[in-house]
C-alpha cells in the first residue's frame, strides 16, 4: 500500500481481504475438497501407486528369500568352521600343512583339498581359485594356495609342463593330466559326487565341458621390491578354463578370446546351491589329456567320449569323503 493510498485504507483492505478469502477457497475447492472427477482421479493416481510399492516391497521380499536359500552371505572363515564341523579328514591321507586343508594320498595319486561353492551363475576363467582372490569368475573357491596345491601335486608324482604360450605361436599347457572331482553332503549326509567337467557348460551349446586339465606348474618371479619368490598361480589361478601363463592346471586346448567356440559359464543346474562346503580330489593319470580343439577340420570325428567323463565317480575317489553322522 502506498502513501497516497491512506485515503481509500479501507477500501483497499476490503479488497485485498476478499481477493484472500477467494484465493483460500479455490486452494482448497481444488486440493483440500477437490471436485469428484477430480479427486476420483486423484484416488486413482494414489490407488496405482500403492499398489506398485506393494509389488516392489513383495518383489524385494522373494528376491530376499531366494537369496536367504541360496546366496546368503558368508565370510570364509565362517564357511571353514562348517567344513570342519561337518568334514572328517580324509582317511588314511596325510595333511600337507599344519595350516591348510590339504592332504595327499600317495598310493592313490591323489591331493584333496577343502573349499566351497562360491559361484553357480557366471562366466568362467577357472574352476577353482584360493579363496579371497577370484571368486567371481570361479565355481569353487578352496582353503588353500596355489603353490600349496603345486607341492602336494609333487608328493604324490605329479609332473609339471610348461604353462601356455602365445608366442611365437600358440602352444598349449603341458604337464601331468590331473583328473578333477567335487564331493559334497546332501540335506541328509550322504556323500555326493561329480568329476568337475560337469559344472562347466560351453556357452551356447549346453554341454559340459569335455576337456582335461594338465599340471602346467605357473611359475615363480622374483618380486623386485622385496626381492622374494612369489609364486604367480596364487593371484587366483589354480584350476583354469581359460588360458592363462600364471595357471597351476589348464586345460590342454586353446581356450582364449580368439576362440568363440571355447566359453565358458557355470553348469548352474548341476551345482550345489551357493555356500555349500566341497572336497576337491585330484588324481593323476598316465593318460594323455583328453581333447580336441574344436577349430580344427578332423574335430568332429571323434565324438565319443571317454569313460571318466560319462561314468560314475569311482569309489575310491568317494572314499575321501565319508558321509556325515547323524547327530
Known sequence: MQPTDIANAPTIVVAEFQ?????????????????????????????????LTACICLSDA????????????????????????????????????????????????AVVVDGYVCQRNAPLEMFACPTQTKEHEAIVAVFAKSQLIHAALLAVGGVPGKPVAFEPKFTPAS??????????????????????????????????????????GSKFVKDPDSGREVYLGDSGDLICVANFMTSTLD?????????????FDA???????????????????????????????????????????TEPVPDRVLQFLPARKKE
Open 251 to 263: 586345460v590342454a586346448v586353446k581356450s582364449d578370446a580368439d576362440n568363440s567356440g571355447l566359453a
Open 267 to 309: 553348469f548352474t543346474d548341476r551345482i550345489p546351491k551357493r555356500n555349500t562346503p566341497v572336497r576337491l580330489v585330484l588324481t593323476l593319470t598316465d593318460e594323455p589329456p583328453y581333447g580336441r580343439d574344436p577349430a580344427e577340420p578332423d574335430a568332429a570325428a571323434s565324438k565319443e567320449l571317454p569313460k571318466h567323463l
Open 19 to 51: 481477493d484472500a478469502r477467494m484465493f483460500r477457497h479455490n486452494f482448497l475447492h481444488f486440493f483440500v475438497r477437490p471436485p469428484m472427477p477430480l479427486f476420483a482421479f486423484r484416488l486413482g493416481i494414489l490407488h496405482a501407486f500403492t499398489l
Open 62 to 109: 522373494q528376491m530376499s528369500t531366494s537369496f536367504a536359500q541360496d546366496d546368503s552371505w558368508l565370510t570364509p572363515s565362517a564357511i571353514q568352521e562348517q567344513i570342519e564341523k561337518s568334514f572328517v579328514d580324509p582317511p588314511e591321507s596325510k595333511r600337507m600343512f599344519p595350516d591348510g586343508r590339504v592332504w595327499i594320498h600317495r598310493d592313490e595319486q
Open 175 to 216: 604337464g601331468t593330466t590331473i583328473r578333477v572331482y567335487a564331493l559334497w553332503h546332501d540335506a541328509e549326509g550322504k556323500t555326493q559326487a561329480s568329476i568337475a567337467q560337469n559344472w562347466v557348460r560351453q556357452m551356447g551349446k549346453n554341454k559340459a565341458m569335455e576337456w582335461d586339465w594338465v599340471f602346467a
